[in-house]
């Protein structure tokens, strides 16, 4: 079945230590994307990038920092800068023209212990 | 800031009673919109979608109506049912090719039943 996979669905994390959230698609989507959501909260654009190689910052990229080697694969790092980690990672996926609904995977939640 | 963003956070209704979820956006270039339903847990599920040369699109127990006048989308539910409850939220592309889901806070609704 085509779709987007994020794992692991929950992680845990010491203070100081890098993670990094997998995202994975097979819908060969050109766009990808990484949303971080607190509790209450809307979905808040780290990062994204429309094509192998490239990636641009969204709202929030401070303290994350991701790669795009390959169409199908879009890892995003929390490194020890993010000051406040703790939250629900969401990755989605989309062709490039605008008229086109995201897919999103079913996210990670990430707490720091 | 946003420029898309809802009017109330959460929405509480009885089973069966119809439910109006309100979005404003800001931006008069939005092409093209889009409803999410998010479950506890889940990443968001495309409902439905509507493209700004429409006033209004139909779906299964759902409808979404556009006023591009005073850049205002709703999602009404007709019949709502316990399963209905989630959050909402409403996205939006900015016309120009360069598709970026951009998100709101979000309502989220409460079914009694």
């Known amino acids: 079945d085509g779709g987007i996979t994020q794992s692991p669905k929950y992680l845990f994390r010491k203070e100081g230590q890098n993670v990094t959230l997998s995202c994975e698609q097979n819908?060969?989507?050109?766009?990808m994307y990484w949303y971080r959501q607190d509790p209450g909260q809307g979905l808040r654009l780290i990062y994204y990038?429309?094509?192998?190689?490239?990636?641009q910052k969204g709202d929030i990229a401070e303290g994350y920092s991701v790669s795009r080697e390959k169409k199908e694969s879009f890892p995003l790092t929390v490194t020890s800068a993010q000051k406040n980690p703790t939250a629900f990672y969401l990755c989605?996926?989309?062709?490039?023209?605008?008229?086109?609904?995201?897919?999103f995977g079913q996210g990670t939640r990430l707490t720091v212990v | 800031g946003e420029s898309v963003g809802l009017h109330l956070p959460t929405l509480s209704v009885q089973e069966g009673d119809n439910s109006i979820i309100n979005c404003a956006y800001s931006n008069s270039a939005s092409d093209y919109f889009i409803w999410y339903k998010q479950e506890s847990g889940k990443g968001p599920q495309f409902i439905i979608d509507i493209r700004s040369n429409m006033d209004k699109r139909q779906g299964q127990r759902v409808t979404v109506l556009l006023n591009k006048t005073v850049k205002h989308l709703s999602l009404q539910i007709a019949a709502t049912q316990p399963g209905d409850s989630a959050v909402y939220f409403c996205a939006e592309n900015i016309g120009g090719g360069s598709y970026i889901p951009t998100f709101g806070r979000g309502t989220s609704l409460i079914v009694h039943p």
């Open positions: 819908l060969n989507h050109d766009a």
């Open positions: 990038s429309q094509i192998v190689n490239d990636f």
């Open positions: 989605a996926s989309s062709i490039l023209q605008g008229t086109t609904e995201a897919f």
